[in-house]
């Protein structure tokens, strides 16, 4: 089934954003999954090359957004010589609904992979009632 | 204040020089996985030796495999997505499954001391250059 199928490269994205940058860096759009269990809406995103203290997220608004920015000292002295893919800072945004207990997000980073996990908040729970 | 003129050819001649470096490059050319292929290479140079980064989000130290043989250097391995049984998806862009990577640099290396890096989804291998494959310089007597 899905298991012999083979990687495909998947174009970057650049982030089209309504509001401008004041530097000239790159930004990219992070692919993401989202999926949701009965307790937790889990959010997972790639965004290779990133460090632990260069990612932030933030909730404002009801609006959970992710910033995590490279490092490009890093290719300071490196002198490009064949290029297939650009390097830049990532960033996404998603609005929450109110069934997320916003006090209750954890995030894991592995291997340039951030995973959210946003419990939902006890009323969105979905309740088994026993039928006597 | 100088002015130059655009010249109509210009562009024509960049863009056939862009593809004669491209057709003429050594790069990875005559390898069996050229470009297009995953994961997306970028190659640098760092004084004498050759430096290949990649980008490889949620692959495990332990299922990358790379091996040296010549001035081939191969890169293969597996990524696996994983839901919990009971998850509904919302969104699914990340993709999983085998890759197999062979690139050909165009200098001889030193294939025992090779070494590669890989932390926080990038896997930098450092290639150096074979010490009888560096260019002499001879002084003129």
Redesign the interface.
């Known amino acids: 089934m899905a298991r012999s199928q083979a990687l495909e490269v998947q174009e970057k994205k650049e982030l089209v954003s309504k509001e401008e940058k004041t530097v000239p860096a790159r930004y990219y759009v992070p692919t993401t999954d989202i999926f949701e269990t009965d307790d937790a809406l889990t959010v997972v995103m790639e965004i290779p090359g990133v460090e632990r203290q260069a990612l932030e997220v933030n909730i404002e608004n009801d609006v959970l957004r992710v910033d995590a920015r490279i490092d490009f000292s890093k290719y300071e002295e490196l002198e490009p010589l064949y290029t297939e893919y650009n390097v830049g800072h990532f960033t996404r945004s998603f609005t929450l609904s109110n069934n997320i207990d916003q006090q209750q997000i954890s995030a894991q980073l592995d291997d340039g992979v951030l995973t959210l996990t946003l419990k939902k908040a006890k009323e969105a729970v979905p309740r088994r009632i026993a039928i006597n | 204040m100088a002015m130059s003129y655009p010249d109509p050819f210009h562009a024509l001649f960049q863009f056939q020089q862009a593809l004669d470096a491209f057709r003429t ?1 050594g ?2 050319g005559s390898g069996p996985s050229g ?12 004084g004498d030796d ?2 290949v980064i990649t ?7 332990a299922d990358l495999e790379i091996q040296v043989k010549g001035n081939t250097i191969r890169i293969a391995g ?2 696996t ?1 994983q ?2 049984d ?14 197999d990577r062979a690139i050909t640099v165009p200098v001889e290396i030193d294939a025992d001391h090779v070494k590669a890096e ?1 932390r ?3 896997l930098a291998l450092y290639l150096p250059r074979a010490e009888r494959d560096k260019p002499k310089s001879i002084t003129v007597g």
């Not at chain 2, 470009?35 to 760092?46: D, E, I, T």
């Open positions: 490059s790069w990875l470009s297009g292929a995953y994961p997306p290479l970028n190659v640098f140079r760092k050759i430096v980008e490889v989000p949620g692959i495990r130290k597996g990524k997505v839901y919990g009971t998850a509904a998806l919302h969104r699914r862009e990340r993709l999983a499954g085998r890759f890989c926080d989804g990038i």
